[in-house]
Nanobody
Framework: QVQLVESGGGSVQAGGSLRLSCAAS????????MGWFRQAPGSQREFVAA????????YYADSVKGRFTISRDNAKNTAYLQMNSLRPEDTAVFYC????WGLGSDQARSYNYWGQGTQVTVSS
């Protein structure tokens, strides 16, 4: 069992930055690939970024490439999502997920555990 807690969301103006954190507890953190997804009102949960269990391999949705960076610190049991150049269309609830022995999937169904989400609001 893994518990995930996201933090770092908030309200920013377009062009601003936020850094989301996902703190994990329970099973060995390095057993899991980590992913970030987001869900806007009335929309499906969509893939944002993922990182393999060991860290060197990352994946991004086209909409965030060059603006967002995913990373992890296995010693701190934490994954991060640095978000720069934020746009109003980035407004959503952001969720982190843990994928056991994964390489980092862009499919939500691949993830075994989810956090409760953190709200990100970007105003124009």
């Amino acid at each position: 069992q893994v518990q995930l807690v996201e933090s770092g969301g908030g309200s920013v103006q377009a062009g601003g930055s936020l850094r989301l954190s996902c703190a994990a507890s329970g099973r060995t953190f390095s057993d899991y690939a980590m992913g970030w997804f987001r869900q806007a009102p009335g929309s499906q949960r969509e893939f944002v970024a993922a990182i393999s269990w060991s860290g060197p391999t990352t994946y991004y949705a086209d909409s965030v490439k060059g603006r967002f960076t995913i990373s992890r610190d296995n010693a701190k049991n934490t994954a991060y999502l640095q978000m720069n150049s934020l746009r109003p269309e980035d407004t959503a609830v952001f969720y982190c997920g843990a994928e056991l022995w994964g390489l980092g999937s862009d499919q939500a169904r691949s993830y075994n555990y989810w956090g409760q989400g953190t709200q990100v609001t970007v105003s124009s």
